[in-house]
């Protein structure tokens, strides 16, 4: 009982909860609709189950597994919070496209083997991808650039 892979059970669990509990919240709080006519719900309730059953996809084979060395990398941690953090303040302010493009630039120095030009690379496509699926593909009122000076 001691041996068990116990951090994928627990991320397992918690995936399988936090998508449980956004589906339980969006079906109580919002209309679900029809698949012809989509309600506000649909999309929230069908994210959450399937985060739920991804989370338990995780943590139940997880659960027959031996234990393997528990690596918490702090660093990781530390940087991709900035960069959520970061897509946070700048969405407003700036815009969607520099926001992506700081977070993406952000997160890619969580890990150590990713060279500059690659993350600016990345970085770019991500602004481009998400630009085009969201203002042009979906039309939802968010500025490209909005700068504040």
């Given at each position: ?24 919240y ?57 960069s ?15 926001a ?50």
């Open positions: 009982m001691l041996d068990r892979n116990y951090r994928d059970v627990a991320t397992g669990l918690a995936l399988a909860l936090i998508g449980g509990g956004s589906a339980v969006a079906l109580t709080h919002y209309a679900l609709g029809t698949v012809k006519r989509m309600g506000p719900g649909m999309m929230p309730t069908s994210l959450g189950v399937i985060l739920a059953v991804f989370g338990l996809i995780i943590a139940v084979p997880a659960f027959f597994e031996s234990r393997k060395e528990i690596d918490v990398r702090f660093r990781a941690l530390v940087i991709l919070s900035a959520v953090l970061s897509f946070m303040l700048l969405i407003e302010t700036f815009g969607l496209i520099p992506v493009f700081s977070t993406t630039m952000i997160a890619t120095f969580a890990e150590n083997k990713v060279p500059l030009r690659r993350g600016l690379i990345l970085a770019a496509s991500m602004s481009l991808l998400t630009w085009t699926i969201f203002i042009l593909g979906l039309r939802l009122p968010i500025s490209a650039f909005d700068w504040p000076f």
